[in-house]
């Protein structure tokens, strides 16, 4: 099995890239060693703190935001970062030719039930007219990405990478220490009878989702004329993976549960570096308005509506809101 590095380099990762690429997954070996051991490191359960979008505070979550943006900080590649549990982007070393958005630990009510739970990271350039602690460095759409990944850690440690040659899989290989390449190239399967969307929501999503989920619903009694599994892991990552594994179609629609606050997801360490993945992969990543990597971010904690997966799926529910 390939190594990282040399994997890279195959698709003609420029080596600068690599570096920052090495210094993140430094960090991630870190916190899935500190993940199996939190019960016995006394890190399970809460802070006292909020982070700035009103969720409290997971122990893991601020250990593991610590590591990542140590590294980064301490690297000397990146101009400036964003987290999830940074108020504002923190900037870094003036001459860095990187910006780095991340969200240290996704799915972060997984971690006191041992389940699924993963580190996003996505990559731009660093805008050479703006100085580091410019967060306008931040307002690149998603299709400016250079790099995008999670590490999923799950029975096994997984890296899932875009460098915009295709998604790969790697697994952490812990009697060497680093990444093996386990599968280039993944390709999601174009159609799919399996969805995830959390359905205690239901009654607040927009008709068009309304009026999709209840024909996925009718089965093979319906217009659809087949049966649909539903799954719902609480984290996009691990949702993502299985869409990314056997294929489906993962959703967090607008929904009207609060007026201010009609999506769920964050555009910038969530859904762009998912979509990157997923449309390597061959798949679909829209709103129901349009592809999610064409926004032109306001904001670096901003949030938007997610439709993503196979594409004749992901094609078939964006069909009712025509
Ligand atoms: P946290 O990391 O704050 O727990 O949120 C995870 C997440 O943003 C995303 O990974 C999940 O798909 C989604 O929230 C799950 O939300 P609900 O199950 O609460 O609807």
């Known amino acids: 099995m390939q190594r990282l590095a040399p994997a890279l380099r195959q698709d003609n990762v420029p080596l600068d890239l690599i570096s920052l690429i090495k210094t993140i997954l430094a960090a991630t070996k870190e916190i899935s060693f500190r993940v199996s051991q ?9 802070t006292l703190d909020e982070n700035i979008q ?11 935001n610590q590591l990542i943006k140590d590294v980064l900080l301490e690297s000397g590649f990146v101009k400036a970062i964003s987290s999830e549990e940074e108020d504002t982007s923190v900037p870094g070393d003036e001459n860095g030719h990187f910006i780095v958005s991340f969200d240290p630990l996704d799915g972060s009510s997984n971690i006191d039930i041992n389940s699924l739970i993963g580190t996003i990271f996505s990559i731009h350039e660093a805008p050479k007219d703006l100085a580091a602690d410019d967060p306008d460095m931040f307002k690149q759409a998603g299709n400016k990405q250079v790099c995008a990944g999670y590490v999923l850690y799950g029975p096994s440690t ?17 009697t060497h220490g680093g ?3 386990v599968e280039r190239n993944v390709q999601i399967p174009q159609e799919t009878q399996e969805f995830a969307i959390n359905m205690s929501n239901q009654r607040f999503w927009q008709a068009p989702m309304q009026d999709y989920i209840a024909d996925l619903l009718k089965g093979d009694q319906g217009p659809r004329g087949k049966n649909f599994n539903m799954r719902w892991i609480a984290a996009m990552v691990g949702d993502v993976h299985r869409v990314l594994t056997r294929g489906g179609i993962f959703t967090y629609p607008a929904d009207n549960r609060n007026a201010e606050k009609p999506y769920k997801l964050r555009l910038m360490y969530e859904a762009n570096p998912m979509s990157f993945l997923i449309e390597q992969a061959g798949g679909l990543s829209m709103t129901s308005e349009g592809r999610i990597m064409d926004i032109e971010p306001s904001s670096i904690h901003q949030r938007v509506e997610v439709i993503l997966g196979s594409k004749k799926e992901v094609e078939a529910c964006l069909g009712y809101y025509k």
């Open 38 to 46: 939190a019960h016995l490191g006394g890190l399970m359960g809460s």
């Open 54 to 64: 009103g969720e409290v505070q997971k122990q893991l979550d601020v250990v593991a």
């Open 158 to 174: 997984m890296l899932v990478m875009t460098t915009g040659s295709g998604t790969h899989f790697y697994v952490l290989d812990r």
């Open 179 to 181: 990444y093996l390449l």
